[in-house]
C-alpha cells in the first residue's frame, strides 16, 4: 500500500508540472524585422497573428505619455492600436542624422518590440 501512495504521489508530480507559470507564446507579427525608413517618412501596419490586443509601453527617447497604451504621437511618430493591429506613421526626417525609434509592445507577461531606423536628408 506504502508502495502504491508513492508511485501515485511521483506520477501527479511528473505529469502534473510540465509547464512554468508565466509561460507565454512569442508575439507572432507579419513582418517586424530590419525596417528601414525613407527620409521623408512612411506608414506601417503590423498584425499579430496570436494576441488579440496589445498595447504600447515603452518608446525609445520619448517622455510623453502613452494613452492607454493604444494611442501615442510626437514630433517623429504617430501610433495607433485597434485590436491586433498596430499603424505606426514615421514624419519626415529633417536632421541628417540616421533616426533610431524603439517600440515596446505587451499583451501581459509578453513582451515584444519593434526598432526603426530613419535615414536622414543627405548633405
Not at 94 to 108: D, F, K, L, N, P
Request: with cysteine; proline share 2%; net charge negative.
Amino acid at each position: 500500500m506504502r508502495n502504491r501512495f508513492f508511485l501515485l504521489t511521483i506520477s501527479i508530480l511528473l505529469f502534473s508540472c510540465t509547464d512554468k507559470d508565466g509561460d507565454w507564446d512569442p508575439m507572432i507579427w507579419n513582418n517586424k524585422n530590419n525596417i528601414e525608413v525613407p527620409q521623408a517618412g512612411k506608414s506601417y501596419i503590423f498584425m499579430n497573428y496570436n494576441y488579440e490586443s496589445f498595447w504600447v509601453y515603452a518608446i525609445n527617447g520619448t517622455e510623453n505619455i502613452i494613452d492607454n497604451g493604444q494611442k501615442y504621437e510626437d514630433n517623429c511618430i504617430s501610433i495607433r492600436i485597434e485590436k491586433n493591429i498596430m499603424t505606426v506613421t514615421v514624419f519626415p526626417n529633417e536632421g541628417h542624422q540616421i533616426r533610431t525609434i524603439s517600440i515596446g509592445v505587451s499583451a501581459g507577461d509578453i513582451f515584444d518590440s519593434f526598432l526603426l531606423k530613419q535615414k536622414g536628408k543627405e548633405i
